[in-house]
C-alpha cells in the first residue's frame, strides 16, 4: 500500500526571505519510493501559504515523475529493447 508522509524539517528566517523545509516520506509498504526534502521561500510580511503552494507542486510532480519512470521501467518495450542490447555481439 503505497504512503505519502510530509514531515516538517526546518525554517529559515533572514532579514530578507524565509525558507521552509519539508520531508516527503513516499513508501510501498516497507519500501522507500522517495525520501526527499522540499523548499519553498517566502518573503517578511507574506503568509507561509505562499511557500507551502510551491512545496505542493513540487512534491506532485515528483510523485508524477516516480509514477512516470516506473511504468517505463516495467514496459515491455523496454523489455525489448534490452534484450536486442544482449544480442549485440
Not at 516520506?25 to 522507500?32: A, I, S
Not at 519553498?40 to 515523475?65: F, Q, R, S, T
Amino acid at each position: 500500500m503505497i504512503t505519502t508522509t510530509i514531515t516538517k524539517k526546518s525554517v529559515s528566517i533572514t532579514s530578507h526571505v524565509n525558507t521552509v523545509t519539508l520531508n516527503l516520506l513516499y513508501k510501498d509498504g516497507e519500501t522507500v519510493l522517495i525520501d526527499r526534502d522540499f523548499s519553498g521561500v517566502y518573503y517578511p510580511g507574506e503568509k507561509v501559504e505562499h511557500a507551502l503552494e510551491h512545496i505542493k507542486l513540487d512534491i506532485e510532480a515528483a510523485i508524477a515523475n516516480y509514477d512516470a519512470e516506473q511504468k517505463v521501467l516495467a514496459s515491455t518495450d523496454l523489455d525489448t529493447a534490452v534484450a536486442t542490447l544482449l544480442e549485440v555481439k
